[in-house]
C-alpha cells in the first residue's frame, strides 16, 4: 500500500486538474494534499484534501526537531520530503510505503512500473524529487537524520538554511542530497540506473520537449508529446503516434500550459504548451523558452551561489 503526501499552499496552477485526475485514476494509491485552497474531489475517493495552514506545516516539521528550523517559504517545504515519514505519521502510519510527488507532472499506471516485486527488495523507489517512496518504518523513515553523511549534505545545516538546498534528491550542484548520501551508505534504491528510469524529466529551457531524463531513444527532432489514455501515459512523435511507449510520468518543470481545449478526462493529449483533445490540434512551433521567466533568472542565480558556497566551504576546511 502507499500514500503519497503533497503539501501545497498560494494560488494552484492551471494544469493542476490535469495532475488530479491522473492521480485519480492510480486508484489503488491514496494521495493527500496538504493545501489552503478549496479543491472539491469526489466521495469515496483515493484523493484526500487536508485543509490546513501552512504555518501548521511549519509547527509540524518543528515538531520532528530538538532544535530552531527555517521554514519560511513555501518552496523550501521541498527540503522536508524526507521528513514526511514523521511529519504526517497519523496520515501514513497504516500504508507498507510514504512518498512524495510534485503536481506539475501527468502520472502514468504507477503500479505497473513500480511493481510489488521492486517493493519487496527497496526499501527507497524512485531517486528525484518530483517522484519518490520509502518504505513506513522507523529506521527509514529517520534516514535523513540518522545515516551518515559521508561528505555531503548534513540534515542539520539543510534544515537551519532558510534556502533551498535540494535535501530531497541527488543535489549534486549543493553538496549532494539524500539520494547520493543513501547510496555513499551503499543502500540499494530503485532508480539509479538508466534502465530503471522509466519517466520523462523535460528541459524547462526549451520550448518543445527535450528530454534531461528519459526512458527510451527519443529525438526532439521527431516532434514529441504525450498521450493520456485511461490511466496510462505514452511518449509519442511526429513519426510514432501509436501507443507504444509507455512510461510511468511526465515532469514538464512549471511550464505554462493552455487547458481551455482539455474537455474529457480520460483521453488528452500534451504537445508543448497546452493540453488538447483531438491529435488535429497537435501543433509545433519553434520558439526559444529562454530566460523569459523571473523564476528561472531566480534559480540560475540560487545554483550559482550554491556552487560559491560549496567551494568556501571546502577551502575552509
Not at 521554514?71 to 504526517?88: E, S
Not at 555531503?152 to 539520494?179: F, L, P, R
Not at 527532432?221 to 509507455?246: M, P, T, V, W
Request: proline share 2%; with cysteine.
Amino acid at each position: 500500500s502507499m500514500a503519497i503526501i503533497i503539501p501545497y499552499f498560494g494560488k494552484l496552477p492551471n494544469y493542476f486538474t490535469i495532475f488530479l485526475e491522473s492521480a485519480r485514476e492510480n486508484s489503488t494509491i491514496d494521495f493527500f494534499v496538504f493545501t489552503d485552497n478549496d479543491i472539491e474531489i469526489k466521495k469515496d475517493d483515493n484523493i484526500h484534501i487536508i485543509k490546513t495552514t501552512f504555518d501548521e506545516i511549519v509547527k509540524r516539521a518543528q515538531n520532528c526537531f530538538d532544535f530552531k528550523i527555517s521554514l519560511n517559504n513555501y518552496y523550501k517545504i521541498c527540503d522536508y520530503k524526507p521528513v514526511y515519514g514523521q511529519m504526517f505519521f497519523e496520515y501514513i502510519k497504516d500504508y507498507d510505503f510514504w512518498g512524495y510527488c510534485d503536481i506539475d507532472i501527468v502520472l502514468g499506471d504507477i503500479r505497473k512500473f513500480i511493481t510489488d516485486d521492486i517493493l519487496l527488495k527497496y526499501d527507497r523507489v524512485m531517486t528525484n524529487g518530483h517522484f519518490s517512496l520509502y518504505r513506513n518504518c522507523p529506521k527509514v523513515n529517520k534516514w535523513y537524520c540518522t545515516l551518515t553523511t559521508k561528505g555531503c549534505q548534513n540534515y542539520k545545516d539543510v534544515y537551519t538554511n532558510e534556502k533551498n538546498c535540494s535535501y530531497d534528491e541527488w543535489a549534486a550542484h549543493a553538496g549532494n542530497g539524500i539520494s547520493e548520501i543513501i547510496k555513499r551508505n551503499n543502500i540499494p534504491q530503485f532508480g539509479e540506473r538508466q534502465e530503471e528510469k522509466f519517466y520523462a524529466d523535460l528541459d524547462i529551457l526549451n520550448y518543445s520537449f527535450v528530454f534531461k531524463i528519459c526512458y527510451g531513444n527519443f529525438d526532439k527532432k521527431d516532434g514529441i508529446y504525450f498521450a493520456y489514455s485511461n490511466g496510462k501515459l505514452y511518449i509519442r512523435s511526429k513519426k510514432d503516434n501509436s501507443l507504444n511507449n509507455e512510461i510511468l510520468y511526465v515532469h514538464y518543470q512549471k511550464r505554462k500550459i493552455e487547458v481551455s481545449s482539455y474537455n474529457t478526462n480520460h483521453f488528452f493529449l500534451i504537445p508543448p504548451g497546452k493540453i488538447v483533445s483531438k491529435e488535429s490540434d497537435v501543433v509545433f512551433r519553434n520558439k526559444f523558452y529562454g530566460f523569459k521567466y523571473k523564476w528561472l533568472w531566480s534559480r540560475l542565480i540560487l545554483k550559482v551561489k550554491n556552487i560559491v558556497d560549496i567551494k568556501s566551504k571546502d577551502n575552509q576546511r
